[in-house]
């Protein structure tokens, strides 16, 4: 499907591709000529060729904003390569390909078939792929590809909301944890507090126990006590992903942040965030150079820090460049002209006797990928030859230079396609191979996920007066050679029931007041390294108990106690708080998926790992009673499942593979394939819904858009997802079912380009009829995959809350209108998965995809004053109060402030709440 990427922002256009053009004109838009009358034909030409002018006129504008610096016409995007980790088809490929080679050496070694328990799953190094996978094909159906333009006009969208809307109540959102989250078991997990994967980090140049990190999709963080804990600087960005950081290494308030998730290969990036307050404010720099491209380093000139150096990785459709601005940002100019995937820029040591340094920067692509050199601080570049496989049909997805820090002409190169270590002492004029005894990782498989954990970074050792490299690579594990690469260890253990940190590293860096300190970060968080030279030990220790990056697929909650819930993450198995928020549980394994609280006896609870692994516990997780062992057979399972439990059957656990499966807690059993139907021909089952007021009343929806009702148990099935409207073709992403009405239901849509929530009044009807939820202009929700649906317990017709990948909203008039709950309330701009109204706590429970579990009452949206519970404090709640003015006793509907009487002080609420929600 051909798209056009340009749109005005800023006086500015982003390149207009042909193909671009032809689509616009032609897909769908020619007529046939069979069947018209002559009349008809001579418009059709007419169209025809005035088409074609447009077109010209099209490709005259595609050339002219294509245009790079000096008039010169922009290189036109290559196609993306294979593995392409933004399109469906391809990263199936990439996977399947993994899994084959894994089962080919499994076997070769006679160690039999593979199995899907998360520590096994682990081995082909493909958990975060697959878990993307799962992510992508619910975002981007019934499309190979998610339209992450769309993002953008989301965020913008949510953020005109809020001025139009007075916040209705004082109540905040409430971070709630996790915290003090252990790991579940160390084999890949480590040791000490884990949360959430960090892509970058920084220290603080001069001041001890101050540091900077940037989290996926969780924004920018300091510390100021090394550690202990953690402030949020960046929870007001249109969106929180992080690549790169860089501090001014005189003017430390001076921060620079690169977005988007390079590593991750998702988000809409915004191009440069830069603080000149240390992070108490921020301005948008490069957006429009680089918007759409994640900003995969941002790097300072030491000695001249307005000299700012910045690498593009690639956007779902095209690659980037590599920039540099003399003015702190404030322009910029393209330097390598070359398109690739650029991963990094650094700079080595000073040479002293000229005062230059080389600068070097990489990037992914074919023939050998790219890496570059500079000698006059990166006005000008040469290509390197390089030792790396130079085919021109094999992709090097992950290549990193690292120069030497006192050294100026020592650099190392990392290829992970070669999986090879080079080593050059002349600037990268020639290369010899370090690898060595470089360790490999159970099965050959610490490289197998390199295009996602990668980097190399070099520190020093002081061995008879004379400095020597130490040399830091993350891949899988974090593997070091303290001599220069001759040889090589393991530092984080990873494969081992001793390993010492997360496993999949992202980045390091290093103290510049004490080089045998490091920072590191991966996807269980920042932690500390601190290396002995003289004894050749080390340790870890864990920075995360109070840090709020945590990236939930989903969560379940208490229905009585606010202080308990239980959610799957990925990459950080499953939390569970069991009443104190401040010291969390671990449970399950990998990537944790699906979880539920049984809802009349709680201590009875539920967990899952990738593929629908489950994990049973009766007593809150004192201790896991298992016993669900479950063979799923042929069936196609999600990497994330989803399970449910309702209220009317409350022994009844619900888990959707391709079909619907049940557990009965009563029995202790399993019952396979409910009523034998197949719910998704192509896809998994992405929701479940269950009837509050009728236990036999089910609902499923799928991946690919298949909703299907049962209203015998499961016993046979009906498919609902057409009618007069149909409900559009997207992933169904949540069904939620009227609490007294069980053939009244609300679902919730993936991808865009559609109404997001729909609601069938009578799914029994011979033609059902979906209605559109979404509201109309301003007031409509944002147009981007939503997750979830919940009613409003006391109003559930009138007053709705939905979560979608930019935020949570809610309606107080049936959805006919929407206002955002999100920064206005005090919830960091992030991702809602799960939201959840929980009558019994008076909450609303949202989990969010990389800021943690939150909460709010549920009366924030019924301001002070507002008597009716409408929203809106207005004469029909002034009425109220007059005509009940002066009545003492108990549940008075005018006795705002309930001391047993309506006199001035209700009537004083609704006069100076007036208004306000209206």
């Not at 944890?177 to 790991?183: H, K």
């Not at 249109?238 to 921060?255: C, E, F």
């Amino acid at each position: 499907m051909a798209i056009i990427r340009s749109r005005m922002r800023n006086s500015s256009a982003h390149a207009v591709t042909l193909s671009a053009a032809k689509g616009l004109l032609f897909k769908g838009w020619i007529p046939t000529f069979a069947g018209m009358t002559t009349a008809s034909q001579c418009h059709v030409s007419n169209f025809m060729r005035l088409s074609q002018r447009i077109l010209s006129l099209l490709t005259l504008t595609a050339m002219l904003f294509g245009m790079g610096q000096n008039g010169a016409i922009a290189q036109q995007a290559p196609k993306l390569p294979e593995p392409d980790m933004n399109s469906v088809s391809s990263l199936k490929r990439y996977i399947e390909k993994i899994e084959k080679e894994f089962k080919e050496k499994q076997e070769s070694e006679k160690e039999g078939e593979k199995s899907n328990s998360p520590m096994d799953r682990e081995e082909t190094g493909l958990d975060y792929w697959e878990g993307w996978l799962y992510d992508l094909e619910l975002r981007a159906y019934p499309y190979d590809r998610i339209d992450w333009e769309a993002y953008d006009r989301a965020m913008t969208h949510r953020d005109r909301m809020g001025p139009d809307f007075m916040p209705a109540a004082l109540e905040q959102w409430q971070y709630l944890g996790p915290r003090n989250l252990p790991v579940p078991y160390r084999t890949y997990y480590g040791q000490g507090a884990i949360i959430g994967r960090v892509n970058a980090v920084a220290y603080h140049p001069t001041q001890s126990g101050v540091y900077f990190l940037g989290a996926a999709e969780g924004g920018v963080w300091k510390t100021t006590n090394s550690g202990s804990t953690w402030t949020p600087l960046s929870d007001h960005w249109p969106n929180l992903h992080v690549s790169s950081i860089a501090i001014h290494p005189t003017n430390p308030d001076i921060i620079y942040a690169g977005t988007g998730d390079f590593h991750g290969s998702r988000g809409y990036p915004i191009g440069l965030m830069k603080s000149t307050d240390g992070g108490q404010s921020w301005t948008n720099l490069g957006r429009t150079q680089f918007s759409g491209l994640h900003v995969s380093k941002v790097l300072l000139d030491p000695e001249n820090p307005e000299i700012v150096l910045v690498s593009n990785g690639r956007s779902s459709t095209y690659w980037g460049y590599v920039w540099r601005s003399t003015n702190g940002g404030n322009s910029w100019t393209r330097v390598i002209n070359t398109q690739a995937a650029w991963n990094d820029v650094h700079f080595g040591a000073l040479n002293t006797s000229n005062n230059t340094r080389y600068y070097y920067a990489t990037g992914h692509n074919y023939n050998g990928g790219e890496v570059w050199r500079s000698a006059d601080r990166g006005v000008t570049w040469t290509k390197l030859a390089t030792p790396i496989t130079s085919a021109s049909n094999i992709f090097i997805s992950a290549i990193e230079v690292a120069p030497s820090p006192t050294d100026p002409n020592t650099v190392y190169l990392i290829a992970a396609y070669d999986r090879k270590v080079w080593k050059s002492v002349n600037a990268g004029s020639s290369w010899t191979e370090v690898t060595n005894n470089f360790p490999t990782g159970s099965n050959n498989y610490n490289w197998s996920q390199s295009s996602y954990n990668f980097h190399m970074r070099v520190s020093t050792r002081m061995v008879s007066g004379t400095p020597t490299d130490v040399v830091y690579a993350g891949i899988i594990d974090l593997v070091q050679s303290n001599n220069g690469g001759s040889s090589w260890q393991s530092m984080g253990q990873t494969y081992t029931s001793s390993a010492l940190t997360h496993n999949d590293q992202h980045c390091i860096a290093v103290n510049p007041q004490n080089p045998n300190e490091t920072l590191v970060g991966n996807d269980g968080g920042v932690y500390r390294l601190t290396y002995n030279p003289s004894n050749n030990t080390w340790s870890f220790t864990s920075l995360n108990a109070n840090l709020g990056i945590t990236q939930f697929y989903t969560a379940d909650f208490h229905p009585s106690n606010a202080s308990k819930m239980i959610g799957g993450t990925q990459d950080n198995a499953t939390p569970v708080a069991r009443g104190d928020l401040n010291n969390w549980v671990n449970r399950g394994g990998g990537d944790g998926g699906g979880c539920a609280i049984h809802p009349t006896n709680p201590l009875i609870q539920y967990a899952t790992a990738q593929y629908l692994n489950f994990y049973r516990t009766t007593n809150e997780w004192s201790s896991n009673a298992g016993g669900m062992s479950v063979d799923f057979g042929s069936d196609r399972v999600p990497f994330i499942g989803q399970v449910m439990m309702g209220t009317a059957q409350p022994n009844y656990l619900y888990a959707g593979t391709n079909y619907l499966w049940r557990w009965n807690e009563a029995s202790v059993s399993w019952s396979a394939r409910l009523g034998g139907q197949v719910l998704s021909v192509e896809g998994t089952v992405a929701s479940i819904g269950l009837s509050p007021s009728d236990g036999n009343r089910i609902y499923t929806g799928s991946t690919r858009g298949e909703l299907w009702m049962s209203t015998n148990g499961g016993s046979s099935w009906t498919q609902i997802n057409s009618g007069s409207p149909s409900l559009p073709n997207r992933s169904i992403t949540s069904i939620t079912v009227h609490p007294t009405n069980p053939s009244k239901i609300y679902v919730t849509l993936g991808s865009t380009g559609t109404a997001h929530v729909m609601v069938c009044n009578n799914t029994q009807a011979a033609t059902r009829v979906w209605q559109s939820l979404n509201g109309s202009g301003s007031a409509s929700l944002p147009d981007i995959h939503t997750s979830t649906f919940a009613y409003h317990p006391e109003r559930p017709d009138s007053v709705f809350f939905v979560g979608n990948d930019v935020g949570a909203f809610y309606s107080m008039d049936g959805g006919a209108s929407w206002r955002n709950a999100t920064v206005p309330y005090g919830l960091p701009n992030v991702r809602v998965n799960k939201l959840k109204a929980v009558p019994g706590t008076g909450y609303l429970n949202v989990a969010t995809y990389g800021r943690g579990m939150w909460r709010i009452p549920l009366s924030f949206v019924f301001p002070p004053g507002d008597v009716n519970k409408d929203g809106c404090v207005n004469d029909n709640d002034l009425q109220v109060v007059v005509f009940s003015f002066g009545q003492t006793g108990s549940n008075l509907p005018g006795d705002l402030n309930q001391d047993g009487r309506v006199d001035d002080v209700d009537l004083l609420i609704v006069v100076m709440n007036f208004g306000n929600g209206c």
